[in-house]
């Protein structure tokens, strides 16, 4: 559902087009944030930490920890994965991994996911599982409130580790939806990514170890090649148990112990060892077309052996990238604010790879026809960094940055959360990597930090920009085929460069205050307290009010928002354009004397930051600070509200940059059909719909500014809300000061409605788009809404309900849906509205039978509500969902601003747990037959170029 509502507010905008940056897709973050110790010695494991191996080699890592209290994680890490696979078993780890859902020792069947959700825990948010090249984890987080509930969450880590059934009816059933899954994953960053990893990996064994197989490979896979699969490799000298939580350690190694001395290696057993991929020293290239994509792209990467952190030295190396990473993308910022760019996007990278390889990687996004001149400009950015190294202050600014995270570390160390600790103690299995703990990591990073010079960080990217292990990619899309250019021209191209008279960069230091003088503060006019949630609402003389909420759910995080009614509603069609953009172009030139870079490096250094935002009904600034940083990010609010300017050269270059993107429609079949949702949803209102050039047109940039001054420039529309680590005295001079000091007019303003409302009726819309295989569906069922604490639930359970519905029909019963999705909206402002998502990706050839099957479990809610064993599943989950959610700032928020939106009861949450618990199967029979009478039934389907002649539906 995140997906349409984000359509919904974004759609309006002109916004870049994301660049495919493959490279991060497949690169699952195993480089700790970490700190370090004594430079080639590895690091010894943090105390807190028992760890123990059984005589059978199974690992275990155990640690209480009470954030969150009640809970405990348990994970199962394998260092199996893909790269084991035999010629016969390509995908086979993954299948394998699904596998373990569909039938073990103790849960045959799809008993197991059935019992975790009558506990509470939900499929795939909390369960779930991944299968990577080189190995499988399971991750399982369980309520510890019952002592059964740690006791079989143990028997669930013992099946897991041994015990799947592998009955040959369960994997064929399964066989359709992992091919589903491929399906579900067939885009053009996908095709684009096999096609060069091979090439990138030298041809090496992971180049042909994709972890989900191929197609051929899935159909004829055979349950002998997983039974092998599981017999060979799922043993415990491989095999690690992480438990973090809420529990005994004692009592849970002496259970570890006992459970699992039974596991057994089989005789004769495999060598796991793999070959690592090797560095050949030669440079390759490849150039991709594929009709699917949008514009060009060219790509260098430089391999280099992969990091992990085991001792000082490692750490030191790590926090080298780091500062190469911070101040290479700080650089390609400056550079994109240049007038008359000469590319549309730009980064260079450092980050894991595959196969124990790590890339350097220069992308650039290029303009049609510019394409010498783009890389040219991209590469001259590498070329100045490795001819003249980095400058004294963007060193101490990038390592400052660094050291505040840390001893923001430090600070929240008592609040970390298991599931941060699990990740690292499976990183600590599968890798070998240093976990020394907090407070040691500290030390070590903050020397490791300090010793690093201006030398060191030169002689680093002469070293990682070597010219040799360098790949160039090109992926562009099919029509510019033949004027791509060539391995010898692009390397012209970089000879060139090298041979210019470049000048190093320049880094000017910025001492600047935010605000040089205080402005006059405004007083606190009235104060209004709900003590049952520790809130306060002032107001002040200007008539901003601000709500305020400490908490200790982190010990150093305040979050903020404002914001006030108004937002695009307020203003003609013919204003519309330079209303929805007006934040972006107006803030994105900066604030006060302050440029968009400035703002950015001083946030950057005072751990603060704000967004200025304009949508439908809002206009809001939603940021977060440390306490520390209270004052100015006050000071900021301050500025971004009084203080906006003009600035025509970044309205050019802008336009100038938003033209190259769109120039020409997008390639995507996804983003054919979501534009085709956004808009017959709302009935074609031009305010909906993806930007074209000509929108661009209807920009005025004068008027823009005028809009941002009034949106901002009253602070009598304003509620900010304020949660989080402050105290709750000495923070109202500064409300005072900052707040109370803003201008205001005598009136508030009011959102105005324009009537726009999903459209009615039943309408189906086919979208012909795309050469692969794929269909998408999207059901939106909506109408009129009674907005109130009752419906709310009903529409919350509905959704749940529906959810495990679609799940078990769609993909376990039809086999042909790898992850159906279901999504509720309801609204009381400006309109009473309710809408229902339902989407799935599919066969082509199967989506008539899908909706149909969808539109059957509807009717059966209709008619006869919701299971027993469904209720309780929602009971549970939503409960342990709500008491987490409960200790975030986070959630608090959104929660505080939805209300004074909508002028709720703050104090209907105390009875949120009951609300809950009063849904039954008869409220679900009575919403099914509320919210999805089918009335109002938008069917929008995605189907391949090809089917366009085959039907005329
Ligand atoms: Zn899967």
New binding site residues.
Partial sequence: MQKHTNARQTSARITFRSIAFCLFFISYGLLAQKAMPADNEKIPLDKAVRTGKLPNGFTYYIRRNLKPEGRVSLYLANKVGAIQEDEDQLGAA?FL??MNFNGTVNFPKNELVDYLQKIGVSFGADLNAM?TFDATIYQLPIPTDNPEFIKKGLTIMHDWAQGASLETDEINAERGI?LE?MRSRDNVMQRTMMQYTPVVLNQSKYASRWP?GTEESIKKMTPEAIRRFHHDWYRPNLQALVVVGDINVDEMEKQIRKQFSDLKNPVNERSAEVDKVKLAGKNNFISITDKEADGTMIMVVVKTPEIVVRTIADYKETFKRQIFNDIMSDRYNVVSLNDNLQFIGATVNISPFLGKIDLLSGMVALKPGQYEDGFKAMWREHEIAKRFGFTENEIKTSKKSILDGLALALIEKSNAQSSGYVDEYVRVFLTDEAAAGIVKENEISIAAVNEITQADMHEFIKRMMSDTNRDIIITSAEKYKDVLPNQAAVESWMQEVAKEDLKPYNDKKDNRPLMAKKPSPGKVKSTKSIASLSITELTLSNGLKVILKPTKYRNDQIVINGFGPGGTSIYSDADFESAANATELISGAGVGEFSKIDISKISMANQMGINPIIDENYQELMGSCITSSLEKQLQLIHLYMAKPKLDTNYYANWVDRTKAELAEPSNSPQSSSNDTIISVFHNYNPRFKTATIEDLKKININRAFEIYKERFGNARNFTFVIIGSFNPKTITPLLETYLGSLPSLPNKDSIVNLNIHPAPGKITKMVYKGNGNLSNVTMIFSGKYSYGVKNNMQLIALKSILDYKLTERLREIESGV?SPSVSVNYSKIPNNDYSVFISFSCSPDNYERLIAATLDEVKKLKDNGALLTDIEKFHEESMRHHQIMLKENYFWMSYITRSYKNGDNLENILEYEKNIKNIQANNIKEAANTFLSGDNLIKVILLPENYATKSNK
């Fill in positions: 993954h991994e699904h299968t992992i899954e989900i790898y």
